[in-house]
């Protein structure tokens, strides 16, 4: 599903990924770890711009806008999907049907309260959870989500986390709590100064095993 | 719980206006009176084609004046400004410069005409009165944000002037600098302007040539202006500007003297009321107020609020239409360069001159002050949201064209974009009243006429009126801006966008 080939990638004029060799086959869970700087975000980034047909992105900053309710942030997701003066119809009055599909979604991640809530009044963890809104509403064959829990509390995390691995078959998160990488995904790869220096099935390590990125 | 969608309350307030000024509509006079309005209009476009410089020492005369004239009043504003800046805080200096703030250079050319004359005097206080106001509020405004750490770190015993240049202005002289070279561009456009009541700038050249249908003469005259302004960077240097201001005086023109009589009779009897000058009675007074408030005021009144509410609204609508012209967000660097020459073109041009424009084109109704205020006001607001757009940063996978420009970037820029517009709307309103010098029947028009009429009693109380007005709607705008929380900021560049959309 994906198959990147000594691949490398600049931030910023910056070489931040050197010789990426991945291959992702269908109905893979990928965690990546490793501590900042060391090229998660670019490789995210860069198999988005390998695939992004039907692909769903959390980027690390959420990408939202402040002034739209989260249910607006939400149907943002499928924009593409729908005609140009649906989205302005829904825009100015929001279509019932739509409203009950991202209501479903906010429940599942404990938002079903701020449904018609500007974006910009909500708290941090909360936008982020919107952002996931908004790639579960969205749907395709991929989910690419840059640290899509950091901000959110342990039990929260796992909410968030069951409702993407539920929502899509291949996901691929970059992650800095190893112990949910560990427990949600099925392959680990450890990035480290912009290589691949780990990759192996989640069940053979531990979390010590981990420390060593760190 | 949020569970009903609302709208915002900008959305609110928006419509308000939208149907404001759709009621406005019916109340206005909104036709094409000439004959052959477009044939007109293509003749006028054809003189683009051939701009005659030929008469080019009238042309250069006319420049020289409008650049000494400009150079003279905002260097005069702005010394003032920044000596009232600093007392600014007493009460009645912030009333009385809110209050000359209000009158718009060409009433103040107007009252000046009666004191002096044709003299240059009339046009160096024209545009120095109003902007030393501006420049007060300003100055006043960058003092009061300006970091004031280090004041507190010098000896209490040192001197307020050394404090001052050690302490404050250093860390405040970019945005001294900005704002007044900022300014110096408004005072060209005030100055050019100052032609059309006769004095000898560009406005006097370029009237008298359309006049006699010379149009490639206007273009002659407005190319050269334009590009005047585009490279104002270029010829306004800090170490050029004393320079100007020592042979400015000698350029102005000057052949007429100042008659004290006249000074005199300006204040004594001038401007007296006629029925106290008369020595009427109570009732012949209170007829003789009524009839002006009556027959004169409420008209001019109810024109003014009807050309600037539909003017406000149409500025608006074409603001949201140009931005996307000069923004990343839409358009390549190709397409964007012919939007900015399109932009620069509309704001650079005084909305006095579009509307004169116009106004000979079309003949006299609102329809001509609406599209020129709308032009020039969406041009330069469009200009400001068109740079704002720039700095949101849209996230890889974000829609694009029209989902775009709905879902992400008109949610993300309203609020400033109704900021702007707010601050424009007393502005708008200024212009709205000067227009009717045109003949469109604003405050300006019975301003005007009463001049003719040699009641310049009727004339002050209309132009006190006018103040008011322009006061009145400042606070609303106040108070509109406060009530939907519209972000003001203060860092440099915000600043300057902030004073550009003001003034």
Redesign the interface.
């Known amino acids: 599903m994906i198959q990147l080939q000594s691949e490398t990638a600049s931030y910023q004029g910056v070489k931040t990924l050197h010789d990426i060799d991945l291959q992702v086959s269908e109905g893979e869970r990928l965690a990546l770890v490793g501590q900042s700087g060391s090229g998660k975000s670019t490789l995210i ?1 860069l198999i ?2 390998h695939y ?1 047909v039907n ?3 959390v ?1 690390q ?1 959420y ?1 939202l ?5 989260v ?2 942030n939400v149907y ?1 997701g499928r ?2 999907q729908r005609s ?1 003066f649906y ?2 119809v829904n ?1 100015i ?2 279509k019932s049907d739509q ?1 009950e599909i991202i209501r479903t979604i906010l429940i599942g991640l404990q938002l079903e ?6 974006v910009g009044r909500l708290s941090g963890g909360q936008k982020q959870r919107v952002a996931v809104a908004r790639s579960l509403f969205q749907k395709g064959h991929l989910l690419l989500a840059d640290e899509p829990v950091s901000s959110v509390d342990e039990q929260q995390s796992r909410i968030v986390l069951k409702e993407m691995l539920n929502g899509f078959s291949t996901i691929v998160l970059a992650l800095h709590d190893t112990q949910l990488a560990l427990s949600f995904c099925d392959r680990i790869i450890g990035l480290e100064k912009g290589r691949i220096v780990l990759d192996s099935p989640a069940e053979a390590l531990t979390e010590k095993d981990l420390l060593s990125l760190y | 719980m949020d569970s009903v969608y609302k709208h915002s309350p900008s959305w609110k307030v928006s419509w308000l206006f939208v149907l404001l000024a759709g009621f406005s509509l019916f109340f206005s006079d909104i036709e094409i009176i000439s004959l052959e309005p477009w044939q007109e209009l293509k003749r006028l476009f054809m003189g683009l084609l051939t701009p005659d410089w030929s008469n080019l020492s009238e042309i250069g005369e006319a420049f020289l004046q409008t650049l000494s004239f400009a150079i003279l009043g905002v260097a005069g504003g702005s010394l003032i400004g920044f000596l009232l800046a600093q007392i600014f805080h007493w009460r009645w200096i912030q009333v009385t410069c809110a209050f000359i703030r209000a009158i718009h250079e060409l009433f103040w050319a107007l009252i000046f005409l009666q004191i002096f004359g044709l003299h240059p005097l009339t046009g160096l206080l024209a545009i120095g009165l109003p902007y030393a106001a501006t420049f007060a509020k300003v100055y006043a405004e960058i003092l009061e944000e300006g970091d004031r750490s280090a004041l507190q770190a010098v000896s209490r015993d040192a001197s307020r002037v050394s404090t001052f240049f050690y302490a404050r202005l250093p860390d405040l002289w970019q945005h001294f600098k900005t704002y007044t070279s900022y300014r110096l561009e408004c005072g060209l456009r005030s100055s050019a302007i100052l032609g059309f009541v006769g004095l000898p700038t560009l406005g006097y050249t370029l009237s008298s040539a359309f006049m006699e249908g010379h149009y490639s003469v206007v273009w002659a005259l407005l190319l050269l202006f334009y590009l005047l302004i585009a490279t104002i960077r270029y010829w306004v240097r800090p170490a050029l500007l004393p320079v100007y201001i020592i042979a400015a005086p000698f350029i102005i023109a000057n052949d007429s003297t100042i008659s004290f009589d006249n000074v005199q009779r300006f204040f004594t009897e001038d401007i007296i009321p006629a029925p106290i000058l008369r020595g009427d009675s109570l009732s012949e007074s209170w007829h003789w107020l009524s009839d002006l408030l009556l027959n004169q005021a409420l008209p001019g009144i109810v024109n003014t609020v009807i050309l600037t509410q539909i003017a406000l609204v149409a500025s608006g609508v074409l603001t949201l239409l140009f931005f996307p012209l000069i923004s990343t967000h839409f358009f390549k660097p190709a397409g964007r360069t012919i939007g900015h020459v399109l932009l620069v073109i509309l704001r650079t041009t005084p909305e006095y001159i579009l509307a004169y424009i116009l106004l000979q084109l079309w003949g006299p109704s609102m329809l001509p002050a609406i599209v020129a205020l709308a032009l020039h006001n969406g041009a330069i607001i469009g200009h400001l949201i068109g740079r704002y757009s720039i700095e949101v940063q849209l996230r890889v996978d974000a829609s694009r064209g029209l989902n775009r420009y709905f879902y992400e970037l008109l949610p993300r820029l309203y609020g400033q974009f109704l900021a702007f517009l707010f601050y424009r709307w007393e502005i708008i309103m200024r212009e709205s009243a000067i227009l009717g010098i045109l003949g469109i029947a604003t405050l300006g028009f019975y301003i005007d006429s009463s001049i003719q009429e040699l009641h310049f009693d009727k004339a002050m109380i209309l132009i006190f009126i006018t103040a008011l007005l322009n006061v009145l709607v400042d606070s609303l705008s106040r108070y509109l801006r406060g009530k939907l929380r519209l972000r003001t900021n203060v860092d440099c560049r915000a600043r300057n966008d902030y004073c550009t959309a003001k003034e």
């Open positions: 980034k988005y711009e992004p692909t769903a992105l980027p900053d990408g806008v402040n002034n739209l309710s249910f607006h943002i924009l593409e140009t989205n302005l825009l009055r929001p409203v309260d701020y449904l018609f809530r500007p």
